[in-house]
């Protein structure tokens, strides 16, 4: 942001200055934060501006459709997977389920990576290159006579890249699409760039009069899907400049993370101060050790739950839904993210307590689908209550309704009784959980929890007052030197983005009889 902060002062269009990150998330942030800063109405500058990923700005440079775009995760596209390439893709979390998907994902590195698939079938060992070249030809011709493109396709057409299985590799080509006029590129998180996306970058940097490449080489975690921080060192800069002071880790925890990382070849010492605030390190023995620690803590502080792999990610939710503490997770599936069903609930919780709420929350309770219109004996509903709410726009109606006057909104003497009793509670599902939950941290903290569980790579970009690292990382480590100098240093980079993720404590999560513990000292 102080980058675009420099070209505003230098009379820049806001305009034309380009703000590329790796995922929606950051570029959706610095949209966010721009449009803020600088009084401009946001959802033009997401229309007309260029603060994009680099995957949005070629769809747009292409004149792309989007009926086009084969995503591969919603249903529509995983039929067209079914019908045309054989196999039904799985989730995009985790690893793949199927030979077939093992390879369209394979294919997909390849490309980024700008390397022969020859090259890819050989590094991974496990997939014969010429029955693979036969599936990814099947998938490719598909894809061309139904018009469709993936995003790789995307970067590759305006790179002016021509994919192929050919043992010669891929091959170059006139680049597609126009270029964006901009005064400035700005690149954030450019370590995590591909061989294909830097080639498409140099495209639009070479238009620009000026170019910003943000990034931390130690922070490359990636490269199991083409990500090469070399690209990003490669380039010619004017000026170099190394970020003097880490403005969110304490002491102990940026020497930690320097610690992790001291063993790779291209470290050297950075002199980064650390920020001046307090800070810690601790062991805990067990996850439920940590528990305990967050529900200890003010109920403001923000918690990051990490651990290497998702596989692990449950020995944090297991003890955290015990508790009845509220988090979320960054792959989803985190039983307290369903604002609707929230929302209803609190409304109930009101009408409970003898408040009144509006015509909105009471279609929202009308949506809960576990609410019966009958309980037991019980009517709980006039007839037709529920599908006459759905035609109605509870928007428009200006007045309001305590739990004595639902009867005008159908709700019978039943369903009041229920409800002011609390025995709503003990019939619809995660109610008990959230109610009590409410009581103790508060509406707020419930529906937007301060707790994330997050693997290392989900939590990429993100910080907490409060980091638990399952130190299963040093393990890892450990094996990862058995298998290639490459992977190790992959996993030195790893655990200092998990260490480094602190803004003031951080728990190292040790298992019982673990065989390896990151050193704090």
């Given amino acids: 942001m102080e980058s675009v902060e420099k070209m ?72 067209w997977f079914r019908e045309n390439v054989g196999f039904t893709p799985g989730d995009s979390v985790g690893m793949a389920k199927t030979w077939e998907e093992d390879v369209i994902k394979a294919w997909d ?73 901009l005064e400035c590129l700005i690149v954030d998180e450019a370590q995590d760039n591909s061989a294909l996306m830097d080639l498409c970058l140099r495209r639009i940097a070479a238009s620009t009069r000026y170019a910003i490449l943000a990034g931390d080489p130690w922070q490359s975690i990636f490269s199991f899907s083409g990500s090469d921080h070399s690209r990003f060192m490669s380039w010619e800069f004017q000026k170099k400049e190394i970020m003097p002071q880490s403005w969110r880790c304490p002491q102990q925890i940026l020497e930690l993370g320097e610690k992790c990382i001291m063993h790779c ?4 010492d950075r002199n980064i101060k650390p920020t001046d605030k307090p800070g810690s390190i601790s062991s805990s023995h067990g996850c439920r050790s940590v528990i305990y ?56 919780m009101m009408l409970q307590d003898g408040k009144a709420i509006d015509a909105k929350e009471w279609s929202l309770i009308l949506g809960l689908k576990d609410l019966p219109v009958k309980f037991g004996d019980l009517i709980l509903l006039e007839t037709g209550t529920k599908s006459s709410w759905k035609k109605r726009n509870p928007d428009s109606m200006g007045e309001l309704s305590d739990v004595n006057t639902l009867s005008k909104w159908g709700a ?18 995660f109610a008990r959980e959230y109610t009590k939950a409410v009581g103790k941290y508060g509406v707020d903290a ?35 030197a058995l298998k290639s100098d490459d992977v190790r240093y992959e996993e030195h980079r790893i655990a200092y983005v998990g260490v480094t993720r602190a803004r003031r404590s951080l728990f190292l999560v040790s298992e019982k009889d673990q065989r390896n513990r990151m050193k704090i000292g």
């Avoid at 079938?121 to 490719?140: A, D, F, N």
């Avoid at 070849?265 to 050297?268: M, S, T």
């Avoid at 839904?321 to 307290?336: E, R």
């Fill in 8 to 79: 505003l002062e230098r009379k820049i269009d806001p305009f034309e200055i380009g703000y590329v990150s790796f995922t929606n998330a950051a570029t959706n942030n610095a949209l966010s934060r721009a449009s803020d800063r600088f009084d401009l109405n946001q959802k033009k500058l997401q229309n007309d501006g260029w603060f994009k990923t680099l995957h949005s700005i070629c769809y747009r440079c292409l004149d792309v459709k989007r009926g086009q775009i084969l995503i591969g995760e919603n249903e529509a596209d995983k039929k």
């Fill in 109 to 181: 590195v390849c490309r980024q990576r700008n390397e022969s698939w020859l090259q890819t079938t050989t590094k991974l060992g496990g997939l014969s290159y010429e029955r693979s070249s036969e599936l990814i030809k099947k998938y490719e011709t598909c894809k061309r006579i139904n018009g469709l493109y993936d995003f790789t396709d995307l970067l590759g057409r305006f790179a002016g890249i021509s994919f192929s299985t050919s043992k010669d590799g891929h091959a170059t080509t006139q680049p597609e699409g126009w270029v964006p006029h």
């Fill in 265 to 268: 070849p291209d470290w050297f």
């Fill in 293 to 348: 620690d967050v529900m200890s803590s003010d109920v403001a502080d923000s918690w990051l739950m990490l651990s290497r792999s998702n596989y692990h990610l449950s020995k944090y939710t297991k003890d955290l839904k015990i508790n009845g503490i509220p988090y979320t997770m960054t792959n989803g599936g985190s039983p307290w993210v369903a604002p609707s069903r929230n929302s209803a609930l609190f409304a109930l």
């Fill in 412 to 429: 019978t003497d039943n369903m009041k009784k229920i409800i002011s009793s609390g025995e709503w509670a003990s019939f619809i599902p």
């Fill in 446 to 480: 419930v529906n937007k929890p301060k707790v994330v569980v997050s693997t290392i790579h989900g939590a990429k970009g993100m910080e907490a007052t409060n980091v638990a690292l399952l130190d299963t990382t040093s393990m890892i480590v450990k094996d990862a």
